[in-house]
T-cell receptor
């Protein structure tokens, strides 16, 4: 596997379910990101991790809980979601956190539908 | 505050036509980076180019070219001799140290459809 991978690619869940999204990067990067892409809206940064430490949380509701066990893996745990949380969730990684010039490389996303 | 504006929501062209996607940005920083990404129907954001604020040279890569104009805060993207495979949503993005240094600020994207 190369680049950034995400599983599952599609997920349908009820509002009372608990599920997790997984992201893995094979690029040796130290920073990882979760973005939310809703229809007709710009990408929204949700969380940022650097060397497994969360460094940013952009006012995301607590029903979204990130976890970064190591620099290659990032999870997004979901519970008690709302229909408006239906979106494409994109994971990205970059070589460093503070490198302004560093390019973020994205995974294919998980298309989440909350019923 | 940072802002990226892609005024063209949707563009349709016929194959082999040239097409330009507009991007206008706002930032207080003098040092910043601009990016273009392509998002095909599969969903993955594919990195196309990165440009720093001190380098105003235009760049060409095959059928793709980018025109960076600091005076008008624009970073436009042109596809020459478009092909059906170019159909995708294209995003312009900005990263600077104004506000969050870690954040890429994205435009709302331009949906490009290339018709055969």
């Amino acid at each position: 596997e190369t680049g950034v991978t995400q599983t599952p690619r599609h997920l349908v869940m009820g509002m009372t379910n608990k599920k997790s999204l997984k992201c893995e990067q094979h690029l040796g990067h130290n920073a990882m990101y979760w973005y939310k892409q809703s229809a007709k809206k710009p990408l929204e940064l949700m969380f940022v991790y650097s060397l497994e430490e969360r460094v940013e949380n952009n006012s995301v509701p607590s029903r979204f809980s990130p976890e970064c066990p190591n620099s290659s893996h990032l999870f997004l745990h979901l519970h008690t979601l709302q229909p408006e949380d239906s979106a494409l969730y994109l994971c990205a990684s970059s070589p460093r956190l503070a490198g302004q010039q560093d390019t973020q490389y994205f995974g294919p996303g998980t298309r989440l539908t909350v019923l | 505050a940072q802002k990226v504006t892609q005024a063209q929501t949707e563009i349709s062209v016929v194959e082999k036509e040239d097409v330009t996607l507009d991007c206008v940005y706002e930032t207080r920083d003098t040092t910043y980076y601009l990016f273009w990404y392509k998002q095909p129907p599969s969903g993955e954001l594919v990195f196309l180019i990165r440009r720093n604020s001190f380098d105003e040279q235009n760049e060409i890569s095959g059928r793709y070219s980018w025109n960076f104009q600091k005076s008008t805060s624009s970073f436009n993207f042109t596809i020459t001799a478009s092909q059906v495979v170019d159909s995708a949503v294209y995003f312009c993005a900005l990263r600077s140290f104004a506000g969050s240094a870690r954040q890429l600020t994205f435009g709302s994207g331009t949906q490009l459809t290339v018709l055969p």
